[in-house]
C-alpha cells in the first residue's frame, strides 16, 4: 500500500512570497489533515477534511494560509504572502475516518524555509 | 481543552540500556493516547496507542506504554534500546469523541554506542 505522498520535499522562498504544497492521500482515506511543525515542537493542526468539506480549521492563519481538498482526495495548502515565522515543516496526514480511534498515517513533510 | 507535556526534550543513552520517555496528560474528558516516532528527515509514524481496556500497551519495535489514570500519564518504555532507536519521539492525546491530536514538545532520544 502506497503511504502519503507530498512534494516538493523541500521549499525556500523569500518573505512576502507564495508557495504551495500538495499532498495525495493513502487511497480510500477519507480524512485528510494538514500539520505544521515549528522546529523543537510537534506538530500543530492546520486544517481537517472530511472527504472535500472542512472539519476543522480552527487553527489556520486565514488571512494567509488557505487549503483545498477538490474531489475529497488530493489536497493543496497554500500560504500567500509568506512571513519569517511560516519557517516550518508541514506535514500532510491521512486516516479513514475522522473518529478518533483511527491511525492518522503521516507523509514525509514539506521543509520550508523562508528568508 | 487537552494538553501533553513532555517531562524530557532530550535522552542520552547507551545501547542496550533501559529508557523511560516521560508523557503527562490534561484533559477534563476521556481521552485516547498515542505515542508517534519521527526519524531524521521523514514523517511520523505511529508506535502504539491506547483506547481503552489494559493500561499495558505493546506497540512497534519493543516498546510499550502504560496509561495510569490517576496520575494522568502515559509513560513509554524499552527494556533495552539500539542504536536505530535514535529519534524523536512524541506523545499525543485526543478526545475519544473526536476533535485534534494534542501533541507534546517531543523528546529526542539519542542511543550512544
Known amino acids: 500500500e502506497a503511504g502519503v505522498a507530498q512534494s516538493p520535499r523541500y521549499k525556500i522562498i523569500e518573505k512576502r512570497q507564495s508557495v504551495a504544497f500538495w499532498c495525495n492521500p493513502i487511497?480510500?482515506?477519507?480524512?485528510l489533515y494538514w500539520y505544521q511543525q515549528i522546529l523543537g515542537q510537534g506538530p500543530k493542526l492546520l486544517i481537517q477534511?472530511?472527504?472535500?468539506?472542512?472539519?476543522?480549521d480552527s487553527q489556520l492563519p486565514k488571512d494567509r494560509f488557505s487549503a483545498e481538498r477538490l474531489k475529497g482526495v488530493d489536497s493543496t495548502l497554500k500560504i500567500q504572502p509568506a512571513k519569517l515565522e511560516d519557517s516550518a515543516v508541514y506535514l500532510c496526514?491521512?486516516?479513514?475516518?475522522?473518529?478518533?480511534?483511527?491511525?492518522?498515517?503521516f507523509g514525509p513533510g514539506t521543509r520550508l524555509t523562508v528568508t | 481543552a487537552q494538553s501533553v507535556t513532555q517531562l524530557d526534550s532530550q535522552v542520552p543513552v547507551f545501547e542496550e540500556a533501559p529508557v523511560e520517555l516521560r508523557c503527562n496528560y490534561s484533559s477534563s474528558v476521556s481521552v485516547y493516547l498515542f505515542w508517534y516516532v519521527q526519524y531524521p528527515n521523514q514523517g511520523l509514524q505511529l508506535l502504539l496507542k491506547?483506547?481503552?481496556?489494559?493500561?499495558l500497551v505493546k506497540g512497534i519495535n519493543g516498546f510499550e506504554a502504560e496509561f495510569n489514570k490517576s496520575q494522568t500519564s502515559f509513560h513509554l518504555r524499552k527494556p533495552s534500546v539500539h542504536i536505530s532507536d535514535t529519534a524523536e519521539y512524541f506523545c499525543?492525546?485526543?478526545?475519544?469523541?473526536?476533535?485534534?491530536?494534542?501533541f507534546g514538545q517531543g523528546t529526542e532520544l539519542s542511543v550512544k554506542p
Open positions: 487511497s480510500g482515506h477519507a480524512t
Open positions: 499525543a492525546v485526543r478526545h475519544n469523541q473526536g476533535g485534534k491530536l494534542i
Open positions: 496526514a491521512s486516516s479513514l475516518g475522522g473518529d478518533s480511534s483511527y491511525e492518522q498515517y
Open positions: 491506547y483506547l481503552s481496556g489494559s493500561t
Open positions: 477534511f472530511q472527504n472535500n468539506g472542512v472539519v476543522d
